[in-house]
Nanobody, 120 residues
C-alpha cells in the first residue's frame, strides 16, 4: 500500500523558516519524481515544486523561487521542502504527491497534508 505522510508544519512568523518532510512507503521511492502542492484557505491547488527521481533536476513556481528548496533522500525514502523567508501568502496546507514517472507530470498518490501558517 502506497503511503505518503507529511510532517513538520506549524506556525512561523513572517521571514522565518520551516522544513516539511514527506515519508514514503509502499513503492520504490527512487524510481519516481515527487512534487509539493499547496492549497491556501479558500483557494485551489497550487503546484509548488518538483524533483526528478534522482534529484538531478528541480523546478519551482515563480511565487517560491529563491526562497524554497526541494530535496530528497532516496536512502531514507523521504522528500523535503525547505522554506525560507516565509510570507503570509505561503499559508496553506502542503501536500506531497507521487508522480507516475521519473519526471513530474501526472500524479497517482497524495499525502494527507501538513498545515503551514505564517503569521505574527
Amino acid at each position: 500500500e502506497v503511503q505518503l505522510v507529511e510532517s513538520g508544519g506549524g506556525l512561523v512568523q513572517p521571514g522565518g523558516s520551516l522544513r516539511v518532510s514527506c515519508a514514503a512507503s509502499g513503492f520504490t521511492f527512487g524510481d519516481y519524481a515527487m512534487s509539493w502542492v499547496r492549497q491556501a484557505p479558500g483557494k485551489g491547488l497550487e503546484w509548488v515544486s518538483s524533483i526528478t527521481y534522482d534529484g538531478g533536476r528541480t523546478n519551482y513556481a515563480d511565487s517560491v523561487k529563491g526562497r524554497f528548496t526541494i530535496s530528497r533522500d532516496n536512502a531514507k525514502n523521504t522528500l523535503y521542502l525547505q522554506m525560507n523567508n516565509l510570507k503570509s501568502e505561503d499559508t496553506a496546507v502542503y501536500y506531497c504527491a507521487k508522480a507516475t514517472h521519473v519526471v513530474a507530470g501526472s500524479y497517482d498518490y497524495w499525502g494527507q497534508g501538513t498545515q503551514v501558517t505564517v503569521s505574527s
